[in-house]
């Protein structure tokens, strides 16, 4: 494969989301860990993936599994110790691979030395670290703001009298990013790890950051349904997504380009014209905003293709496109649209422009687990049982094998497996030339060494109630047609100009070599890529 000099690392790469306590458990306690990690790293080589992201691995109380943070410069003991994480980050490196660890500079846990200093008096130098205020006349909180899990945003703090502010848990209260010493803190946190080596960061719910200034009332969504949560009884519109919070990510991205070649990926669920602003005045803002479109967008074609084009359109100039199909809080894509579209999807993620992210599982196909409400742990699913919100299902341990719990752990996990973990693993899968493990590698292998499907132009195509087609393209690299069939019954695809090509990948195997014309028929649920001759 032909390097090119002006592209990076992560524009190039493929990334890797690893949620650690579902990975591999490498000391018999049913919680997967960091030595876990290291065990498998040559089956993600073997892969293709070129980065590794971890979800928090930080020492926290695990309100949220982590992402309630008590130290930031530490590793919890559940998944290991600082010497566990320094092997594993060398052997990261040593087989060529990228680092990214997951930030959460949003909120800590309310265990946190800050949070317990700026609790302890109104006085506290850390009081105002946090953010408190006054009760009402009445007694009542601030304002209406909502909870992402349930209920008030506010939690009265008898001691103090006064409310905290905790977008999330209770037990994770927002920081006060509009003082100056909590953004320092932070970044000497980003710089402990940088100085590690460690390749860059995943930013958890960048644009809750900031908030307005006045703390004035959110307006009712309109558009709300009994079904959905609670938090979407109103509009965020003062919570989150502030004008300031691009200042903060600005001097973030300022820190990651005092050192060579570290990124920055921001946790954003915004509209495309709002999550493009991301990037920041002149692309000194997240490098990689991450584009949630494939996962929240009804699964049609027409939808897909015009949000496509919709984001292509709105990229500033030289901003990096990137792609996701899951991740540890959504439902995973083989439940979403189906074992078979399944695959449709993948080839759609790996020949998109941009970087795309593969979460842990999807490339064997794992579906989200019926988790028994008794076992249930996620708090979002604890808080509001009637809404079947958990995000337990997504994140049930990673099926190795068909021995005892999958080969993940030699006691019973902390999540139990799907039942079909027997069948439906890696180790099944490797020996298997027809299955979904072997069709990623194939895409990948095809991807990574195709400058046109790396970094080469996105040309839409076509799209109906049936398909999608665009074609990738990187002068004197030659160029390519992806054609997908994104429902279940037989397509036909009519090219407007001449064409003839060769398919190099397909969803069914038995395609792969054909030569193609100008006029295709696809079967339902099939995809394929073609090198166009």
Not at 117 to 145: L, Q, T, V
Not at 241 to 268: C, F, N, T
Not at 287 to 303: A, E, G, R, T
Request: hydrophobic letters at 35%; a negative charge.
């Amino acid at each position: 494969m032909e390097r090119f000099e002006k592209y990076l690392w992560w524009q190039t790469g493929i990334i890797y989301q690893i949620y650690p306590r579902s990975f591999q458990d490498s000391n018999g306690d049913g919680i997967g860990d960091l030595r876990g990690v290291a065990q498998r790293l040559d089956y993600l080589h073997d892969l293709g993936v070129t980065a590794v992201w971890l979800s928090p691995i930080y020492p926290s109380p695990m309100a949220d599994f982590g992402y309630d943070i008590s130290d930031y410069t530490g590793i919890h003991p559940l998944f290991g110790s600082m010497a566990d994480f320094d092997m594993l980050l060398r052997e990261v490196h040593s087989r060529g691979m990228k680092l990214i660890l997951d930030l959460v500079p949003n909120h800590t846990s309310h265990q946190h030395p800050w949070f317990v200093e700026s609790r302890s008096s109104r006085h506290n130098p850390k009081r105002n670290w946090y953010i408190w205020k006054d009760a009402g006349p009445e007694g009542e909180a601030p304002n209406n703001w909502l909870s992402v899990f349930g209920g008030s945003a506010w939690e009265w703090d008898e001691l103090t009298r006064q409310y905290y502010y905790h977008g999330f848990l209770k037990e994770q209260p927002d920081l006060n990013w509009r003082n100056p010493e909590v953004q320092a803190a932070m970044l000497e946190v980003m710089r402990f790890w940088l100085n590690k080596g460690v390749d860059g960061f995943r930013v958890d719910v960048i644009w809750h950051m900031i908030k307005d200034e006045q703390f004035r009332d959110n307006p009712p969504n309109p558009d709300y349904q009994p079904h959905m949560p609670t938090y979407d009884q109103l509009l965020p519109v003062y919570s989150t997504d502030q004008p300031e919070v691009h200042g903060i990510i600005r001097k973030m991205r300022e820190l990651l380009d005092s050192y060579q070649e570290r990124m920055m990926i921001g946790e954003i669920y915004l509209p495309i014209p709002k999550l493009v602003m991301y990037y920041g005045v002149d692309n000194k803002g997240a490098h990689l905003p991450f584009n949630f479109q494939l996962i929240d967008l009804p699964w049609d074609p027409v939808k897909i293709a015009s949000a496509i084009d919709l984001y292509e359109g709105s990229l500033p100039a030289n901003g990096w496109p990137n792609w996701v199909l899951g991740n540890h809080d959504r439902i995973r894509i083989a439940s979403r649209v189906g074992i078979e579209q399944a695959r449709v999807a993948a080839m759609l993620l790996l020949t998109l422009r941009g970087t795309p992210t593969i979460y842990y599982g999807d490339e064997i196909g794992m579906r989200d687990v019926p988790i028994p409400f008794e076992e249930v742990q996620d708090p979002q699913g604890l808080n509001m049982p009637e809404k079947n919100l958990s995000r337990d299902p997504a994140r049930t341990p990673m099926q190795w094998d068909d021995s005892p719990y999958g080969g993940f752990s030699k006691a019973s996990p902390w999540l139990r497996l799907n039942r079909s973990y027997t069948r439906e693993n890696v180790a099944v899968q490797s020996a298997d030339p027809y299955s979904m493990l072997s069709f990623h590698k194939k895409l990948i292998a095809l991807r990574q060494k195709e400058p046109s499907l790396m970094a080469g132009d996105y040309i839409p195509v076509h799209s109906d109630r049936q398909s999608i087609a665009y074609i990738r393209k990187k002068e004197e690299h030659g160029a390519f047609l992806v054609l997908l069939n994104l429902s279940h019954w037989p397509c036909y695809f009519n090219s407007r100009s001449p064409l003839k090509g060769i398919i190099e990948v397909a969803t069914s195997p038995e395609l792969e070599g054909e030569e193609v014309n100008d006029r295709i028929s696809l079967s339902g649920d099939e995809g394929i890529v073609v090198r166009i001759l």
